[in-house]
């Protein structure tokens, strides 16, 4: 009989190969959310209606459904249900992380205390809930810092606040950014805030999959974020480091994993490659985003991390060893102007360029284009993944397919 994996939600259609990479694993995949959705359908086996924002509505039923018939695993890909997860698992004793742990992947205040209490080299910060704390933390953070919700993901609502000066008009747009009732994001753990030390330096990430308390690594990701609004635009993996550079960043990574207790499911730590060292910007208890997952880590090592997930997620063996060495990449285009996106030209171009491997348009004609801080949502217009041999390559293929797509923005 074929074991059912249980998955929280499924945001984003265009990750449906995560689903895919189940079923060809011979998983049976049952669907906990409020609809489903036609482009994800013929990959769901049992399908659960519920509304996985009402943590103890999703709980009763899944209780419920799996007194019917039992789950095998749980997972999610989306940052807002990894403390939901944690608790269905303890709930239903399947494999998991503790309630706490997980609790200290999604605040990102909790991560802090929890890395402080250890040592684990990270940024200064203070909590944030009124405009007084912020002044305060200030003081103690110093100029320039990074101002960000606890809770949210996705660069959103970040905020580098150069003077004293600009603190309050800074917390007045935090305030009405967060406040935003159609951004679901910003309602977990509402009103919180971290005032953190601006870290100068290169940012990478550290993917892998944690197996019954031991911590299995794909590798490492290379990362470019824009400069005002800290939006990534570009990934590659694996990175370009040193094998002194990337000893370092896997040792901090892994103490702050450890820190946190981390011990089962897939993992992305992101980190800041400092003049001191590296530092934790964020731990996540969940696959890398951006297309890391579902195509960077493949393309570039030929491992399976989303198969190790979900082996992971059931209680299976974990094994992230490499199958061949290349390097790939994703380069995202970032709008520079609001409007309506009237046409696109260059798409077939982009496709056909040597070493492309995939194309996604993530606003089509017709959609409406607006800048952050306004809105998070529209202003990145669509993504090039290349392969190549070497990372020059990769990179030089990227940049040239993205070069090629011509959005027209009126």
């Not at 749980?74 to 807002?80: A, E």
């Not at 040592?119 to 810092?145: C, G, N, S």
């Not at 470019?224 to 990934?235: K, L, R, S, V």
């Not at 290349?386 to 940049?399: F, H, I, N, T």
Request: charge should be negative; proline fraction near 4%; include cysteine.
């Amino acid at each position: 009989m074929k074991k059912q994996i249980l998955v929280i939600d499924f945001v984003t259609p265009k990750r449906k190969n995560t689903l895919l990479t189940a079923r060809e694993m011979g998983l049976s995949i049952a669907l906990a959310a409020k609809s489903l959705s036609d482009e994800i359908a013929d990959y769901v086996d049992r399908f659960i209606e519920v509304d996985p924002e009402d943590t103890d509505a999703l709980l009763a039923v899944l209780e419920r459904e799996h007194r019917q018939q039992k789950f095998d695993g749980v997972i999610t890909l989306w940052d807002r249900y990894v403390e939901p997860c944690a608790l269905i698992a303890e709930r239903l004793g399947l494999p998991g992380n503790t309630p706490a742990t997980a609790a200290k992947t999604r605040s990102k205040f909790l991560t802090r205390l929890a890395l402080d209490e250890k040592q684990v080299p990270q940024p200064r910060f203070r909590m944030v809930k009124t405009l007084a704390d912020l002044i305060q933390a200030a003081e103690h953070v110093k100029y320039p810092f990074i101002f960000k919700p606890v809770g949210a993901c996705s660069s959103r609502g970040i905020f580098k606040v150069e003077r004293e000066q600009d603190l309050a008009s800074v917390y007045e747009q935090m305030v009405a950014v967060s406040s935003d009732p159609n951004d679901k994001m910003f309602q977990f753990y509402a009103g919180e805030f971290l005032a953190e030390e601006y870290m100068q330096g290169h940012e990478f990430s550290v993917e892998g999959v944690a197996s019954f308390g031991r911590l299995h690594i794909a590798g490492i990701t290379e990362k470019w974020t824009t400069t005002d609004n800290f939006t990534e635009t570009q990934h590659l993996f694996p990175a370009r480091l040193s094998e002194a550079s990337r000893a370092a960043m896997l040792d901090v990574s892994t103490r702050a994993l450890e820190a946190i207790g981390f011990r089962q499911g897939a993992f992305h730590v992101e980190l800041m490659n400092t003049a001191e060292g590296p530092k934790i910007v964020e731990i996540n208890g969940r696959l890398g985003g951006d297309f890391i997952t579902t195509h960077l880590v493949p393309l570039g090592l030929g491992i399976d991390i989303s198969a190790h997930a979900f082996r992971a997620a059931i209680g299976d063996q974990v094994d992230l060893g490499k199958r061949f060495d290349k390097h790939a990449s994703v380069k995202f285009l970032i709008a520079e102007t609001e409007g309506v996106l009237e046409t696109w030209s260059g798409r077939e171009e982009a496709l056909a360029a040597p070493g492309v491997r995939e194309l996604f348009i993530e606003r089509g004609e017709g959609a409406s284009v607006t800048l952050p801080p306004k809105k998070y949502g529209e202003f990145r217009l669509a993504a090039v993944i290349a392969q190549g041999d070497r990372a020059d390559e990769a990179l030089s293929r990227v940049e040239h397919a993205i070069g090629l797509l011509k959005p027209s923005i009126v």
